[in-house]
């Protein structure tokens, strides 16, 4: 029968060596066989693929995939870069009363004032 520790040890290797998975954000837990998965990966895919590896193990019983998929975020711009465009269109739109507004962008979420 093979011991917790060896099982964790095993699935850690097998995270390690999937050119698929970055295994640094994802933390593995066994107690009596069942291999819990924690931490994040930046695909679905990842959380997949991350859950195969460790039910290849020998001696698992059972995985509980707890892995949060984190996408990655591209596009996403910062809020005062968005503020300073909403203020620069509003002053070409609105020149008499752009300065009666106030903007307020928080996590890119826009509300205007005023």
């Not at 699935?11 to 999937?18: F, P, T």
């Not at 291999?35 to 679905?44: A, E, H, M």
């Not at 106030?102 to 996590?107: G, S």
Request: proline share 5%; no cysteine; hydrophobic share 35%.
């Amino acid at each position: 029968m093979r011991t917790d520790e060896n099982i964790k040890q095993d699935v850690e290797y097998e995270l390690k060596w999937d050119p698929d998975i970055d295994p640094s954000d994802i933390g593995v837990a066994v107690k009596d066989g069942v291999v819990t998965l924690s931490g994040f990966v930046r695909s679905w895919r990842q959380k997949r693929k991350a859950e195969e590896d460790a039910t290849r193990v020998h001696g698992v019983k059972g995985v509980a995939n707890d892995v949060e998929v984190r996408l990655p975020l591209i596009n996403k711009r910062p809020d005062p870069e968005i503020v300073r465009e909403i203020i620069a269109q509003l002053k070409a739109e609105l020149p008499y009363s752009a300065d009666n507004i106030k903007a307020v962008v928080r996590d890119g979420y826009v509300t205007l004032k005023g």
